[in-house]
């Protein structure tokens, strides 16, 4: 059985689809050693957080380079001849924009339905109704649909009118290297980024739908009640207007809150073991998968109730409305003023990341993969005696 993994959006501007389908396909691999597993990749994509090398020494696995350019229309003209060449079996693209024609069956992961919720959270207005027609198409040409979250399952019964029998929930784990890190590991991290003392821990690309001015002003309700700073990790999104460091600056926070920008793929362990608390007040996740990482390295979560977050967290955090800042102000306090219940909600948070593995998605992947496989060959095979 020779199965294909659209590798190309393992690359360094995907961070959470490529840390998906990488860690997916490693465990693949392992799991099921007796299927041949090609990965197409880009080579000119920038890649500087996973290792394909490694991945494409283990026996079953073929590294192929494609130069299919991502969401452009030729690549819809050269996936069913490059499928058809290396006689593969099933495709899987961990993205919506699904090759269409093919003489295999495709399945495609459909991670969040961001702009079918707030079509304001696309940079690009005019790029909403192409966004449209892709996911459209996709979903319905394709053999098998997975969502990370019953949210993003539910999501996509009602703006998709989909069956739910066709689509299964595969979830998201953190990988193996989020764990809780020693003190001398987070003292490294700290002095590399200039972080000292006690803070609160927020992590991803800063994009509206993250919501990060309510957690700025919640945090300055409290800025005069504790010692604690906030720490804003990663990369700004040049297509929206800054508006975070000038709220910083309104609110006269700029002593208070530090502004990381970009953290190395490697240091995140130890960051999220500094921090006293994990805050994500986001408006809408496909899974939310920095809050797994932030409670499998033990820190105390708050996060929005929104979408799949409570599913992530269950009543291993704190579920706060993602828009009041008045009440995840008091969350923030509660955890950062009382150590034994933020210890005690750290220690939950803790154990029920383990509840998330890669393993358990990749059996849950290759399940959806042979009810497929399976279909077709029943079809086939009533075809013939038809």
């Known amino acids: 059985m020779r199965i294909a993994i659209d590798g190309r959006y393992i690359q360094d501007q995907y961070h959470g689809v490529g840390r998906y389908i990488y860690e997916l396909t490693v465990q693949l691999a392992s799991l099921y050693a007796q299927v041949e597993w090609l990965v197409f990749y880009h080579p000119d994509y920038i890649n500087t957080r996973f290792d394909l090398e490694w991945l494409g020494a283990k026996p079953n696995v073929t590294l192929i380079a494609a130069e299919l350019p991502l969401f452009r229309p030729r690549h819809q003209l050269l996936w069913p001849k490059l499928l058809r060449e290396h006689r593969i079996d099933l495709f899987h693209t961990p993205f919506f924009d699904a090759p269409w024609l093919t003489s295999c069956p495709v399945v495609v992961t459909i991670h969040d339905l961001i702009f079918d919720r707030y079509p304001q959270f696309m940079p690009q207005p005019y790029l909403?109704?192409?966004?449209?027609?892709?996911?459209?198409?996709?979903?319905?040409?394709?053999?098998?649909?997975?969502?990370?979250?019953?949210a993003t399952k539910q999501?996509?019964?009602?703006?998709?009118?989909?069956?739910?029998?066709?689509?299964?929930?595969?979830?998201?784990?953190?990988?193996?290297?989020?764990?809780?890190?020693?003190?001398?590991?987070?003292?490294?991290?700290?002095q590399n980024y200039g972080v000292s003392g006690r803070f609160v821990l927020t992590?991803?690309?800063?994009?509206?739908?993250?919501n990060i001015p309510v957690l700025i002003r919640a945090f300055a309700q409290i800025a005069s009640q504790t010692d604690a700073n906030l720490v804003l990790a990663g990369r700004a999104d040049s297509r929206w207007p800054d508006k975070i460091t000038p709220l910083i600056k309104n609110l006269h926070l700029e002593e208070r809150v530090v502004q990381l920008g970009h953290v190395e793929e490697a240091d995140l362990p130890m960051l999220y073991s500094a921090a006293e608390v994990f805050a994500f007040p986001s408006i809408i996740e496909g899974f939310g998968l920095p809050v797994l990482e932030a409670m499998a390295c033990g820190t105390a979560v708050v996060v929005s109730d929104?979408?799949?977050?409570?599913?992530?967290?269950?009543?291993?955090g704190l579920l706060?409305?993602?828009?009041?800042?008045?009440?995840?102000a008091k969350a923030l306090l509660k955890l950062l003023s009382e150590s034994n219940y933020r210890q005690m909600l750290a220690h939950q948070a803790h154990k029920r990341a383990h509840e998330y593995t890669w393993e358990r998605t990749a059996h849950l992947t290759m399940a959806a993969y042979m009810q497929v496989l399976s279909n077709r060959k029943l079809t086939n095979g009533t075809s013939a005696r038809g």
């Open 128 to 150: 909403r109704s192409i966004y449209h027609l892709l996911t459209t198409v996709s979903v319905r040409k394709s053999a098998r649909i997975l969502t990370v979250s019953q």
């Open 155 to 190: 999501d996509l019964c009602d703006f998709y009118a989909l069956d739910p029998s066709k689509i299964s929930v595969t979830p998201e784990a953190a990988a193996g290297n989020f764990r809780p890190s020693n003190e001398d590991e987070m003292m490294c991290v700290r």
């Open 203 to 210: 992590v991803g690309t800063m994009r509206p739908q993250k």
């Open 306 to 316: 929104r979408t799949s977050l409570p599913e992530v967290v269950g009543d291993a």
């Open 320 to 328: 706060i409305p993602a828009q009041d800042v008045d009440e995840l």
